[in-house]
């Protein structure tokens, strides 16, 4: 068996492997809850249904799809571009201290523009934190994806000290934690009795968006050439600079977006753990939905479902939910070893392969 | 003096030999052509198993292959991705890190609060009894002595062997090293292997002898400061174990700090680590020319013969 080069990338392949990865991960999963103890079947039926089969779960599913469709949104830009922004939980992060902390700034205001205010805030804190990176690359040439990173640690720390310094909360009985939003600063709850909030709205709105700036929108397109193609992207004038400001700035804003949408909807304050990971994961959502905003929409809700599963299976099967970064992990691995489907195709060697000139 | 000193000194050489460990096995890695960003991952799965192990029979020599063994083991996951699947490298040791912090956590489930007893400290026969010099730099556990044996070796081997001159050779231009008959997957392949070992016992020296205790995610991002000391350390192994004990003094220095009373947050003290690595990042690669010399001409480009 070896790999033969394809003439041209197969349009099926790119379609396929997602789908074969998922199904690679669940048997897999079976193997490994099997290996734990628990019964396979009882297993994947708490991980993977259990979570959805209320309008309560679906609701749930939404709110934690949120932020990791936009980020992994965000970051295909990123990718396409073959810049590797990996620092979205930090820019998450200081986009969740821009925007809440305008709603601390304003704790016992009732005004209509807190939130969108909030909102923005939450956006250019994002960029300003994928900014710096950004502007290391281009004017020094520093390797984004470590000072990306670095500046992921100096954010948390950031956070941090703000809740067990200046923004702790005067009433809080010395707990690190700001004090509540008012309730002009928290996001409409869009389905009663659930947590769904305005957030969903938000996401399902920037996917079409994004689509068309990615699809039919000169920057999709520049950044789509520079990187497939450095040379022709130099050729054709587009200017590299700018497209890694672009690039960095719109992953850095939706991931900021999503920080803000995260404290003034589901937490409603700032606490010291704001999200367990989401710019982390989002990067296997991005990779999994084909870097399309479409597909990151539903990888997204996939990848939701295994916090949410992982949860379930914690409270039921006493699994640590640690068992969920295993399963994300898992999954990026099967789709990037199905990827090479993408580009090469398996020729079994038999009698006829043997004797034909390899070129 | 001394007194005041020594202890603060022996702590730099604790809080640096996971970073010599991790980086200069990188620096093999890398001058393959192979760009490895899992280092954080197979670093907190060698801490893990060696942990476990370690508690489980109480030989710390048992620990410590186990937990270069458990490096190795995840290395191999990437190794078989990107060099028999052509993966991406970049996108596999993202995702080589996701889930080893998964996975570690997950081994690790039954490990937390438990102690273990620490790696016994082995004097050297009389150099031990210098004053001053002689507990600072002779008494120490086996894998501080082994920390610097690898890092000789690695100089040895690349700048006086013929190994070494092959393995620089794949790195440099596969299709070159191809076509004298090398076998890029396999020369790759025992890099990544070797790598993965290496940053194994990076990890298992935290688990073992730095703290030693199990606590998730513990190798808190020194995976990935060994990245940026390999980029410091323009892809030489002894430079890289300087840069690394330049990142232990800063990050022992930081906790001391409070103590001869310096008035900053413990938070902001905590970012220098994080912040040296983006400054010298930045000095590093201002200078592109030095860069371009110095980096393997085929770091993180996949190899398959019909390209």
Redesign the interface.
Known sequence: MR???RGQVSERMVYCSPVFAVIMTFLTGMLIFSFLGVNPTQAIITFFVEPVSSIDGVAELCVKATPLVLIAIGLSFCFRANI?N?GAEGQLTIGALAGGGLGLLFFNSSSQFLMPGMLIFGILGGMVWAGIPAF?KIK????E???S???T??AL??L??LI??PWKDPEGQNFPESRLFPEAGLLPIILDETRLHLGWIITLICVPVAWILMTYHLIGFQIRVMGMAPMASNFAGFRGKNIIWISFLISGGLAGLAGTIEVSGPIGQIIPVISPGYG??A??VA?LGRLHPIGCLLSGLLMALTYLGGDNAQIELNL?N?????????L??FL??S??LV??RIQIIGYKNKHRNV? | MSELFVPVLLTIITASTPLVFAAAGEVVVEKSGVLNLGVEGMMIVGAVIAFAVGVKTESAALAIISGAAGGMLTAFIFGFLTLRLLANQVATGLALTIFGLGLSALIGHGFVGKTFSGLPKIGVPFLEQIPVLGPLLFVHDILVYLSVIAVFLITYVFNKTRLGLIIRAVGENHHAAHSIGYSIVWVRMGCILFGGSMAGLGGAYLSLAYTPLWVEGMTAGRGWIALALVVFASWRAWRAFFGAYLFGGITIIQLHAQGFGVDIASQFLSMLPYLATIVVLVLISNNSSRMMLNAPADLGKSFHASD
């Open positions: 790999l033969e080069l590797w990996i290391l020094f040439g520093t390797n994806i470590l000072t990173l670095m500046l640690y100096i720390l950031i941090s000290y067990h310094g982390f994961t990067i296997i990779f640590p640690a068992v969920t970064g295993v399963f994300q992990g898992m990026l691995f990037l070893a990827d090479v580009r090469y070129e």
